[in-house]
């Protein structure tokens, strides 16, 4: 498989952790973003729609769309699983990942931030955006939670919600966001001790800048 | 069940054409979105979130998010399927919806273009935000679906694919975007002659406003 991606992608990093918890080996390509290498015509051949996260399959077919490729590879590598077994469960676990890939992340990305300022909003403008954005979606989270985590958002073992919970908590820490949701950070303190989310941090993939020093 | 919607809102409106295709009964809700009724404490109590649609099962259980909502149907109610049976598959479907449900409709709906006002942006940008972003999404979706549709999204039956693309449609319309998209819109025919699909039609709803005349 072959992943493209970038390090800095939240969607991408979603797919990288998936990968990992699954223990699956992958190519990976960068697309730099801020170069606009991602609307390369080689790479529009494969994704049309010219974003990251695209994964490969070894027989050329391609599959985008984050969450779509995580329920693929859940579907396809059925172990460990990364939705619960029963159709409650797994509607709670898709809605808890779907507050983040729906309602938080479209609305404080790379490109949406990008379009305000071209639109005229002062820097300090985008940046409150971006932040008020991530925390409301993460206290709705935060408050979801209460009900379903135990060492991870939903029981013990790690599924998609916290597959995309991490990267956005990432994202909440470049964008200066306030980070008062306890159940979240223990969570992501869990995750952060398993070696698949640890290997997919973006500044562990080979396109990062190199450590200052 | 109890959906809680408003005849107005595409998320409200995937879930109404899921439980259709489904051949599914329930009690109907309406929140005014436009006088923040999906803020009251009560509904707040239901669904922290403060969005619709929330469908309640009859054992009081909430679920939140129309992609995760339509999922349980379709596993809790298998038949008619709404996604193919092969990973593969599911994938794709899936991953069309997202394109409309992560990459077009949470960056031009109500909230987000409130937000933009609240930011100073003049009604006519606005309007070309929420044209721009549907054109762009829609151009995506359309350039997919001619390796994948038969009569609807994904071959010959309705899928999630088909219940975003239907009311993102409608909101094209409603902000005057480019409708130049053979392929989606002869989808849109086969769906519109459904009777689930046309029973899920905003102005078919109780809260919708009475025919002008």
Not at 170 to 183: S, V
């Amino acid at each position: 498989m072959r992943l493209h991606g970038f390090f800095r992608s939240s969607a991408a990093w979603r797919v990288r952790i998936a990968l990992g918890l699954k223990g699956l080996s992958y190519d990976y390509v960068s697309h730099r973003l801020l170069q606009g290498e991602q609307r390369a015509p080689q790479y529009l051949a494969l994704n049309p729609q010219g974003l990251v996260p695209a994964l490969e399959l070894d027989d050329g077919q391609v599959l985008t769309q984050s969450l779509a490729i995580c329920e693929y590879l859940d579907e396809a590598y059925p172990d460990p699983p990364l939705l619960p077994a029963d159709p409650l469960g797994r509607a709670t676990v898709r809605s808890l990942a779907q507050v983040v890939a729906c309602d938080i992340h479209p609305v404080q990305n790379l490109k949406i931030l990008q379009r305000l300022r071209e639109n005229g909003l002062a820097e300090d403008a985008v940046q409150a955006w971006a932040r008020t954005t991530i925390e409301e979606g993460l206290a709705a989270y935060e408050q979801r939670i209460v009900r379903t985590a135990g060492r991870f958002s939903f029981g013990d073992t790690p599924t998609i919600a916290d597959i995309v919970l991490i990267p956005q908590l990432g994202n909440a820490r470049r964008f200066g966001a306030a980070l008062e949701w306890p159940r979240a950070l223990a969570v992501e303190a869990a995750c952060q001790a398993l070696p698949a989310f640890a290997a997919a941090e973006p500044l562990a993939q080979p396109d990062a800048p190199p450590p200052k020093g």
